[in-house]
């Protein structure tokens, strides 16, 4: 009956047991292959393929390898149902890379997630597919990748960022370009969570591209705020190195203001530890800073482990790294000004690390009454969880070590809890004995007082070591510690058997060792206590402390008037002790007798000889080889000692006194006074895992060199327009009227230097053909009127508004419209051919020419000798005032082989095997006059697509070295395609093939014509077209213009060029997307579909630059 | 970056491993943990950042449950120990706690929760709130639900709202019938007395936490009588820094439910609610031990639930305690506990026995130290006051609540 209850209230409580894990999914953990798992996941149903699923992830989860299921597992991605999708997901990141072949029918499937409405479907499809890590779809994924980054949805963006790192971690240098790029544009990312996460990207992708910082620093400072947390954390970082490797570290900040006051004069010379104190007058500051200490942390933060090397092999140089030039000033700097403003409230972030990060910012750069402000924060983080405390335990001490001033008033804080782990604890002692004051001392030292009777011994040990510290540093307190401490080595020495307890004897060596850290400061003040300490040696059992004793009475025997006295007695209990002792004491106690031997006085001599010989014979059959070494080694060379009745004797031969000597000079050297802090410590960031770990970790990086990083002159001006643009759209409030003024007048500076600039640099210029030039280069004009010199533009959806029934008329360039295409509704762009004017550079300047300029320009037109070859039209411009005969231009190559006329036809022929770049020469001009110009059309070769071919140009019998520089724009010739073939071609080259960059564009907000009441829309490609034909040699496939509901968004414009590259005939895409609002500066990506990648980038970065440069021919 | 993430049961068992990035980690660097933390003991488990021989270690535990995170390469390491800390909290909040059982049978919530905050071991959606709505935490409906259905997913087909929007701790648009706003201060007071029965530091460790269920997008502003007394405060992403730092108010867009507004810490404070005089004498091998606990100065509330415990010295061989009120219990780890509860009014606890010393031990040499607790609801003792909490559009039937409460923090009362 009873039994029977029993039983049942088992199986009761196991059935409430069963009861409280149903649902759970605690049966597939604990018994994951009680089924059969293939079946279930081909089954029909979502909910079993669900179970088979989480079978899997229980294996998993404990560690077995289930890859065997990957094909079936890959079939079903294509399920509807998100919890499997998940699962899928899970499994897949888990085993794609060891089953590629399979993991790639998935792809399909990300393909059209990709493509899904809802954002979440896309951002798994993209997280998983950059997650499978396979070079074969990297391409994919990349292309996958950049369209999620101009996703809608922040969360598909910011995945989209958290892919990068994957990608860039397949190490796949071709993609390199292309991935910076969409870090670039995710940090200006109007979003702060995509900005986070882009911030992550860039400190794993291109931690040192500063370029990208530069671009949006101050957007990025002031979103800085809104950043979620984690992405703070490295953001705070990458701002930190931007503004040092930009600017350099700040004058007026702890790491360098203490530089000047080192040579002024405040070098005390006792010691490399010095306290500067500053009157109360001078400035109000009475801080004391540990000047060299501060010195090697601000150096170490800079340099890397290879000048580190080099530095502590000559440790002597402790001299200021810093040159003037490197260093910025606050009260100037507006970067750093607003590095710190947007820094300085994230000490109030609930999140240890942003803390840390932002206090560390403040550390570095933070002029020096500012950086009390990160003590409290920091302070404050110890109050937060175990792991944390430690982490900000090990920073702060490093802050302290270098600015003790700061954590002094705030020594209460490291009070230690009973709660606080033993790490937690050892830092803490180190903190107080660190930033004890003369002040504080006292409550300290009660508290130390407190921490000794501490159950856990190891951590009473420690505080009496720091105890000793304390004493080294103040000079005040020494008796009150040595008291204390005696005190204390006589209870441990009492206190029973010290075997029992390990603790105790550790407590008991350190009080020993402590004493000793004290007495060394000033040996003569403490005779009293060092002979304490010997009474108390037959007390003290411990074998360590005993050494140490027994080693200070080596060291001290000729101390004050009374030890000499005892030294004796000592010696011969002693040697009355040796046997018993351990051998580590037994060491000491041969060292000492030796020492004490050699200065011993005259009437002591004989008996401490005695004593010596009889320990050296004992020691001599020892059982440890180390202590018979010692005594063999002793022996010999105290010989002479022994073998004499004195203790002073000169009247030996000369090769004993030799021994004398070393004796003299191996025991009897006096220890030195104080040893010097090591300067050689080795400190990291602040922050960094490697300041905790004490090594440099990989990965880790220094801060940048200061101001390592430049950029030219050019690109900041254009960009600042962009910055301030970006600054204006943050602040909103400003007033329109003051933001109109700025903008006239910085384009007025933008322009002006960057023509000066020109002029000085680069040696070309821009110069405005006369409109009655006949070598337009894509649409030749004809002479009849100017509303008949059209081109046609098709669109794919144009709409009536732009419908113009005029009729495709005189187009006899290559890029004619073919007529027989299929007819779209036909845009017509005015006159567009008269202004397109080639872009001339110069050859020659009249000023090293004596009078003879020199110009050319890249035609369009194709080259009649073969298809490699360039035409380019040469200019010559006789400004002198008197004639100028024979010029002539000639390859340099064939300048070597002869001088003969024939040689040009050799040479010629040459090129066409070599790889020589070769010049179809001009006709020579006999003679020209002054003021008389003459043109000339060359055929050239380049050799490489980036290098200048050298040229010798002739005249008056000179030979004058030119460079002819190769324009990637007229390296490429029209090629005519219809808008079909123009997308067909396009497919086919994607991912790796294509590649796109950003750049702005406002050409069209200077053009006048805006203001004649012409369509917006058309003013804009026509402005776009105009700049492209202007400076490179395309055909033009397609316009697309935008649907959009306002006329002011151009939001959707699109330009399509059609080309083919000169040397290899491979058809190259380009395709430019407008963005922005018409009347402001539009934002262009220029996209570039090609299997030539390296021609295909250098021509995107041409194009993209093109497109920025202002324009000169807007007239 | 984290490269991967164990779960570890609290006898060294791998519950769960999660690879983050493409370099896999082997299970045998947790075999190593463990085997360190064998050897070396307490000190190792309470390091929080190890080098091992290949991986650099982050971990902490809660409850038992060792969470360990691996990284090769450098990075912030407070960045992964407080992440690691968001983990456990996000689970011990889903699941109610952590342990083995609730980890194992939750397993793959664990997964699933791991997967969207964390990609590419940078931290992804770590706020509770979004998480909730991605994933559904377990509850008696849904368990319910699947065991009938058969089928219940727990994965959200949609991405929450507020994923995306500039507060992205806040759900953009949730709806209550009745809105309401709780605001409570929970502070708890740190004290270290020292041996000569002197206060040797007293603070107060104070959380503003706050409960909101408002509909729409509120836009709060809470100020204090007395802000000047904070000496530091760390808060939520979702207060502004500006309003602070010019008339310290707090203004904020609160997340949905509950959450933690700000914490702060007061110094210096001069008195304790509750006083322990502990007397010991040794002699001959025993000591007698007394301890009197008693009100100081009465805060005008009950003092409720209060406990000394301390760890009774390893020298000691046994021990005879009792109490004239309330219970004595002592571990077989030599904790002992005394509950009290409240203090009566006519007589003052103390708690008197003695303990015997291990023999050959005349007198004790180290002291134990006796950690204090005690709860006072409806005080805050650092004396801050809130002054008002406003919204900026009122909306229906608003109902504001405000409650304080103290407890004992790191209260160590030394020997």
New interface residues.
């Given amino acids: 009956m009873f039994n029977q209850f029993g039983s049942t209230s088992e199986t009761l409580s196991k059935a409430s047991a069963v009861v409280l894990r149903i649902g759970t999914d605690a049966h597939l953990y604990d018994d994951p292959e009680d089924v059969n798992i293939a079946p279930l996941l081909d089954s029909k149903f979502e909910s079993e393929k669900c179970e088979a699923l989480k079978r899997l992830l229980a294996l998993i989860a404990q560690g077995f390898d289930v890859s065997n299921f990957f094909p079936q597992v890959v079939k079903n991605v294509a399920s509807q149902s998100s919890e499997v999708k998940k699962l899928v997901y899970l499994y897949l990141l888990q085993y794609a890379e060891k089953r590629p072949n399979e993991a790639l029918l998935s792809i399909n499937y990300f393909q059209k997630d990709l493509g899904d409405p809802n954002p979440l479907v896309r951002a798994w499809a993209l997280r998983t597919m950059a997650g499978i890590r396979l070079h074969v779809i990297a391409p994919l994924a990349l292309a996958a990748v950049s369209k999620c980054a101009r996703d809608p949805a922040v969360y598909v963006r910011k995945c989209a960022a958290n892919a990068l790192p994957k990608l860039h971690d397949l190490r796949l240098e071709e993609h390199a370009p292309a991935i910076e790029e969409i870090v670039g544009i995710l940090l200006n990312d109007h979003s702060p969570g995509v900005v986070g996460a882009a911030a992550a990207a860039f400190t794993s992708i291109c931690p040192n591209n500063f370029e990208l910082i530069r671009k949006n620093y101050k957007k990025l400072c002031q979103i800085l705020p809104d950043v979620e947390e984690w992405g703070q954390i490295l953001l705070i970082g990458i701002l930190l190195r931007y503004v040092v490797a930009r600017h350099g570290l700040v004058r007026e900040s702890l790491m360098l203001s203490l530089h000047g006051m080192d040579s002024n004069g405040f070098c005390e010379k006792d010691g490399l530890v010095r306290d500067l104190t500053l009157d109360k007058e001078d400035g109000g500051k009475s801080d004391s800073f540990d000047v060299n200490l501060v010195n090697v942390v601000s150096k170490c933060y800079i340099e890397g482990p290879d000048e580190y090397l080099s530095r502590s092999s000559c440790p002597d140089t402790v001299t200021s790294a810093f040159d003037s030039k490197e260093t910025t000033s606050i009260a100037h700097n507006e970067d750093v000004k607003i590095l710190l403003q947007c820094t300085s409230p994230l000490l109030w972030s609930n999140n240890s690390a942003v803390v840390l990060a932002a206090a560390g910012v403040q550390w570095i750069m933070a002029p020096l009454e500012d950086v009390k402000k990160i003590v409290k924060p920091l302070l404050f983080l110890l109050r937060s969880s175990s792991a944390s405390k430690y982490v900000v335990l090990c920073n702060i001490l490093v802050f302290a070590k270098a600015a003790p001033s700061l954590f002094a008033p705030h020594f209460e804080n490291f009070f230690i809890c009973s709660s606080d782990a033993y790490q937690v604890k050892a830092h803490k002692l180190e903190m107080l004995s660190l930033i004890a004051t003369a002040s504080s001392i006292t409550s300290i030292l009660r508290e130390f007082d407190d921490y000794i009777k501490d159950p856990d011994r190891r951590f009473a040990a420690d505080t009496i070591a720091a105890i000793g510290l304390c004493a080294k540093r103040l000079p005040t307190i020494p008796t009150t510690c040595l008291d204390g401490l005696l005190a204390l080595v006589r209870q441990e020495s009492f206190a029973g058997d010290p075997e029992s307890v390990d603790g105790e004897a550790g407590v008991l060596v350190q009080a020993v060792m402590s004493i000793q850290t004290i007495i060394e400061r000033d040996p003569d003040s403490h005779d009293k206590v060092i002979i304490q300490l010997f009474r108390s040696l037959d007390s003290i059992k411990v074998a360590a402390a005993r050494a140490t004793i027994i080693w200070m009475v080596g060291v001290y025997c000729s101390l004050g008037p009374i030890i000499p006295r005892m030294l004796t007695t000592l010696t011969k209990y002693l040697a009355w002790s040796f046997k018993s002792e351990a051998s580590e004491t037994k060491l000491q106690i041969l060292n000492t007798t030796a020492k004490v031997l050699i200065s011993a006085k005259v009437d002591d001599f004989q008996m401490l000889k005695r004593i010596m010989v009889y320990m050296l014979e004992l020691g001599e059959c020892d059982l440890s080889y180390d202590i018979r070494d010692r005594t063999r080694f002793l022996k010999k060379l105290l010989s002479c000692k022994l073998a004499s009745n004195e203790p002073t004797e000169d009247s030996v031969a000369s090769q004993e006194n030799i021994a004398v000597h070393v004796v003299e000079h191996v025991f009897g050297r006096k220890l030195k006074p104080f040893t010097p802090v090591a300067l050689n410590d080795r400190f990291y960031l602040p922050g960094s895992l490697s300041q905790i770990v004490l090594h440099a970790a990989p990965g880790y990086e220094p801060l940048p060199k200061p101001c390592s990083f430049v950029f030219e002159e050019h690109d900041q001006l254009s960009d600042l327009d962009r910055q301030r643009e970006a600054g204006a759209e943050l602040d909103g409030s400003q007033e329109s009227s003051e933001t109109g003024d700025e903008d006239g007048s910085s384009d007025y500076d933008t322009e002006s230097s960057v023509g000066s600039e020109f002029s000085s640099d680069d040696n070309e210029r821009k110069v405005s053909n006369d409109a009655s030039d006949p070598a337009a280069p894509l649409i030749q004009i004809s002479d009849t009127s100017v509303s008949a010199d059209q081109e046609e533009l098709r669109s794919k959806r144009a709409l009536d508004l732009w419908l113009d029934d005029q009729p495709s008329t005189s187009n006899q360039t290559p890029s004619a419209v073919n007529s027989n295409q299929s007819s779209y509704a036909k845009i017509s762009i005015g006159d567009i051919g008269s202004r397109v004017k080639p872009k001339s550079y110069s050859l020659l300047d009249p000023g090293n020419g004596s009078g003879l300029k020199v110009d050319y320009a890249f035609l369009s037109e194709v080259s009649t000798v073969s298809p490699l070859h360039v035409c380019v039209e040469v200019l010559f411009e006789n400004s002198s005032g008197e004639p100028i005969l024979d010029v002539n231009l000639e390859d340099e190559e064939s300048m070597k082989v002869a001088d003969s006329s024939e040689q040009t036809l050799v040479g010629k022929a040459n090129a066409s095997y070599n790889n020589v770049p070769t010049l179809i020469p001009l006709e020579e001009i006999s003679c020209l006059e002054p003021r008389q110009s003459a043109k000339r059309l060359i055929q050239v070769r380049f050799h490489h697509h980036l290098l200048p071919m050298r040229l010798t140009l002739h005249y008056n019998g000179k030979k004058v070295p030119v460079k002819l520089r190769p324009d990637l724009g007229y390296l490429v010739k029209p090629f005519s395609m219809s808008i079909e073939e123009f997308l067909a071609t396009e497919s086919r080259l994607p991912g790796m093939f294509e590649y796109s960059r950003r750049c702005t564009f406002d050409d069209h907000v200077k053009d006048s014509r805006m203001e004649n009441g012409k369509d917006k829309f058309l003013s804009i490609c026509e402005c776009i077209t105009l700049k492209v034909l202007s400076n490179s040699n395309l055909h033009l496939v397609s316009v697309d213009l935008p649907v959009a509901n306002t006329l002011e968004d151009a939001t959707g414009l699109r330009l399509r060029f059609g080309s083919k590259i000169l040397s290899s005939e491979i058809p190259l895409l380009i395709t430019i997307t407008v963005q922005g609002k018409c009347t402001e500066v539009l934002n262009l990506t220029v996209k570039i579909n090609c299997e030539e990648t390296v021609f295909g980038l250098n021509l995107l970065n041409r194009i993209a630059n093109f497109m920025v440069e202002p324009s000169s021919l807007t007239s | 970056?984290l490269q991967c993430i164990f779960l570890l049961s609290d006898s060294g068992e791998?519950?769960?491993?999660k690879?983050l990035?493409?370099h896999?980690v082997d299970?045998s660097i947790c075999a190593w943990f463990w085997d360190q933390s064998l050897s070396q003991g307490?000190?190792f488990k309470?390091?929080?950042?190890i080098?091992s021989p290949t991986h650099?270690l982050?971990?902490?535990v809660r409850d038992g449950i060792t969470f360990l995170a691996c990284?090769?390469?450098?990075?912030?390491?407070?960045?992964a120990?407080?992440?690691?800390?968001r983990v456990a909290d996000v689970l011990s909040d889903y699941l109610g706690g952590v342990n083995e059982?609730l980890i194992?049978?939750?397993?793959?919530?664990v997964?699933?929760l791991l997967?969207e905050m964390i990609?590419?071991?940078?931290?992804?959606t770590?706020e509770p709130s979004i998480l909730r709505e991605m994933i559904a935490p377990?509850n008696l409906v849904?368990?319910?639900?699947?065991?009938v259905t058969?089928?219940a997913?727990?994965?959200?087909?949609?991405?929450p709202s507020g994923?995306?929007?500039?507060v992205?701790w806040r759900p953009t648009d949730p709806k209550y019938s009745s809105n309401e706003v709780y605001v409570d201060l929970v502070e708890e007071m740190?004290a270290?007395v020292?041996?000569?029965g002197e206060l040797?530091?007293c603070e107060i460790?104070g959380e503003v936490q706050m409960n909101s269920q408002l509909t729409g997008f509120p836009d709060l502003t809470l100020s204090f009588a007395n802000p000047s007394i904070l000496?530091?405060?760390?808060?939520?992403?979702c207060v502004r820094?500006r309003p602070?730092?010019s008339h310290q108010v707090l203004s904020f867009v609160p997340p949905d439910g509950e959450f933690?507004l700000m914490?702060y810490?007061v110094k210096k404070l001069k008195n304790t609610p509750v006083y322990v005089k502990p007397q010991i004498t040794s002699d001959l091998g025993t000591c007698r031990v007394s301890v009197l606990v008693g009100i100081r100065s009465d805060p005008g509330k009950a003092i409720e639930s209060i406990t000394l415990s301390f760890?009774l010295?390893?020298?000691v061989s046994s021990a005879d305690l009792s109490s004239n009120h309330g219970t004595v219990t002592i571990l077989s780890n030599k904790t002992c506990t005394w509950t009290i509860g409240r203090i009566p009014k006519d007589k003052t606890p103390c708690l008197s026995g003695t303990l015997a010393l291990?023999t050959?031990?005349?007198r004790l040499?180290?002291?134990?130290?006796f950690?204090l607790g005690f709860k006072i609801m409806g005080i805050a003792l650092s004396g801050l006051r809130i002054e008002k909490l406003d919204l900026q559009t009122l909306p229906p039937r608003l109902y504001k609540g405000f409650r304080a409460q103290t407890r004992a923090g790191?209260f160590?009362v030394?020997l």
């Fill in positions: 970056m791998v519950m769960l491993e690879q990035t493409g896999r299970r307490d000190s309470s390091l929080p950042v080098a650099y982050f971990q902490i990284s090769q390469v450098e990075m912030p390491p407070l960045m120990i407080e992440f690691l800390c059982d194992k049978d939750n397993f793959i919530i997964y699933e997967d990609d590419n071991g940078f931290p992804l770590t377990p849904s368990k319910m639900l699947s065991v058969g089928n997913s727990n994965v959200s087909d949609t991405l994923a995306g929007s500039c992205p740190d270290i020292n041996r000569d040797v530091k460790y000496e530091d405060m760390r808060f939520h992403p820094f602070w730092e933690k914490s810490r760890q010295p390893h020298c291990e050959g031990l005349e040499h180290v002291f134990p130290t950690k790191e160590d030394r």
